[in-house]
């Protein structure tokens, strides 16, 4: 079994900052990629950034220059810090894994995180 927890979310005013964690856990022998997403109130989920095992980045175009995803291999964290916040930030944001080596030599496919509030208010 493969886990991942979010936390870090919160209140904030526009202009603001806040950074989230996601912390997986298990039998985890690799994690190639590693992303956030969100989902605004009333709207589908989308990509904000994920980042390789190797540090490549990729980001949605709306939060370019503003947020920042990075990882922890060792600890098998991922990071997003998040700068210049606006109300349109306002979502739940997941953490997800598409693919967790175990140690057990298995693919453990699509992991997600509970989920964490981010509220930007105006």
């Known amino acids: 079994q493969v886990q991942l927890v979010e936390s870090g979310g919160g209140l904030v005013q526009a202009g603001g900052s806040l950074t989230l964690s996601c912390a997986a856990s298990g039998s985890i022998y690799s994690i190639n990629s590693m992303g956030w997403y969100r989902q605004p109130p009333g709207k589908q989920r989308e990509l904000v950034a994920d980042i390789t095992s190797a540090g490549r980045t990729n980001y949605t175009d709306s939060v370019k220059g503003r947020f920042t995803i990075s990882r922890d291999n060792a600890k098998n964290t991922v990071y997003l810090q998040m700068n210049s916040l606006k109300p349109e930030d306002t979502a739940v944001y997941y953490c997800?894994?598409?693919?967790?080596?175990?140690?057990?030599?298995?693919?453990?496919?699509?992991?997600w995180g509970q989920g964490t509030q981010v509220t930007v208010s105006s």
């Open positions: 997800n894994a598409p693919e967790v080596v175990t140690t057990f030599g298995l693919l453990y496919n699509d992991a």
